[in-house]
């Protein structure tokens, strides 16, 4: 796994925005070397509005939306639609203003497929299965950018600390008792997050600097589950200067004035 790299911005609006151009960037040039890319995506305040700062800047035609495979990090257990789920934030802030082929976006199912949370995550897996390539030597595939978003107890997903899924090497599961509501969900688990080429775990808000402080420490998953939020080749921790507040001085690169 890579060494995390930290970049640090001026505030979340700031932070949003940059990460929205970073994106764009990123899966314009696996685009060019390999013709098609994939990124997993994120809920939460500064994930939803990086989706929209790409939605609201020219640039996002660089990206050909046809070539892209859309993913979902985690899911929250509600029906299609739902305002709560990050399905309908993602797809109401971008998914829905770019030409996506909907063959290539893929959503984990809510209660209203007629599914219980674990056969959701069974079929996840099996779509997770069908896109990986031999070369990914895995049950999911290798993930071109995986966002994360992270909570003040650290959680990545839905990997809450100190709960089963943490343990577990599946790709994905379904998660019992969340102490965030709502208590069920879907989630990636660590091996698939780790699976990833670069892994970015996007944070803001002085709620965050303690989290963030021990997850780029030597904690274990299991307590700190942001800990093991890294990718293969490269691993992100794009911050404003709030949740930033707490990490040795000299760890972060501030990226604006």
Known sequence: MSVPHVVVHRDADVLAKAVAARIITRLVDVQSAKGHASIVLTGGTVGIATLAAIAET????????????????????????????????????????????????????????????EESADAYAAELRAAARPEDHGPAPTFDVMLLGMGPDSHVASLFPGMPALYDTRPVVAVHGAPKPPPTRI???????????????????????????????????????????????????????????????????????
């Open 187 to 257: 989630s990636l688990t660590l091996p698939a997050i780790q699976g990833s080429r670069e892994v970015w775990v996007v944070a803001a808000g002085e709620e965050k600097a303690g989290a963030v402080r021990l997850a780029l420490s030597d904690s274990g998953p299991v307590q700190v589950p942001a800990a093991g939020a890294r990718g293969r080749s490269r691993t992100l921790f794009l911050l404003d200067r709030a949740s930033a507040a707490k990490i040795p001085a000299g760890l972060g690169r501030i990226a604006s004035p």
């Open 58 to 117: 020219p640039a996002r035609d660089a990206v050909d939306w046809r070539r892209l495979d859309v993913w979902w990090g985690d899911e929250r257990f509600l029906p299609g639609g739902d305002p709560e789920r990050n399905e309908t934030g993602a797809r109401k802030a971008l998914l829905d203003h770019v030409d996506l082929d909907p063959a290539r976006v893929h959503v984990m199912r809510g209660p209203d497929s007629g599914m219980t949370a």
